[in-house]
């Protein structure tokens, strides 16, 4: 399950509509170790298209090196689909190394730019196998933790 607070939830979606009709992609990192999503790192896809992402490979090598330097890993990394399902891609999958990640895909297919109908979706991928998950949004991690005692 992909426990995410409220506010990097409403920046992941914000980010879609905002690079609508493009596809947006970034990452959200978190403690290693710890699974828990933190710090919301909207990148550029250096695609821009519509129908495909992609991370400048020099954006994202800077952004390994300092998830290094400050004890961290992707925990989320997600993208938008603009016109189709929020489902992994053939694509999608061949492109997922990462099989610690949450893959949170957004669909903006029925509202674009617009307040409006979006899909939320978390997937694990690992060895090319797909999995839905839970999504829990979540006002703070203390919420939560203090739900589950």
């Known amino acids: 399950m992909l426990t995410i607070t409220q506010e990097l939830h ?4 914000a980010h879609a509509r ?10 959200i990192a978190g403690p290693v170790g710890e699974g828990r999503p ?16 992609e991370f400048d490979s020099t954006d994202l090598l800077k952004l390994y090196r300092e998830m290094d330097d400050r004890d961290e890993e992707p925990v989320v990394i997600y993208h938008s689909h603009t016109a189709t ?9 061949s492109y997922a190394n990462e099989p610690g ?3 949170v895909l957004v669909s903006t297919a029925e509202c674009g730019n617009d307040e409006g109908p979006f899909s939320f ?6 060895d090319g196998e797909v999995t839905e998950e839970e999504v829990q949004v979540v006002e703070s991690y203390g919420e939560q933790l203090a739900e589950t005692r």
Do not use: Q
């Open 18 to 27: 905002a690079d609508h009709p493009d596809e947006a992609c970034g990452v």
């Open 121 to 126: 979706r978390s997937f694990r991928i690992v």
């Open 101 to 103: 990640a949450h893959y």
């Open 85 to 93: 399902e929020a489902y992994p891609s053939r694509t999608d999958i």
């Open 10 to 13: 409403d920046r992941i979606v």
């Open 38 to 53: 933190e710090r919301f790192i909207p990148m550029l896809n250096a695609a821009r298209s519509p129908t495909f992402y």
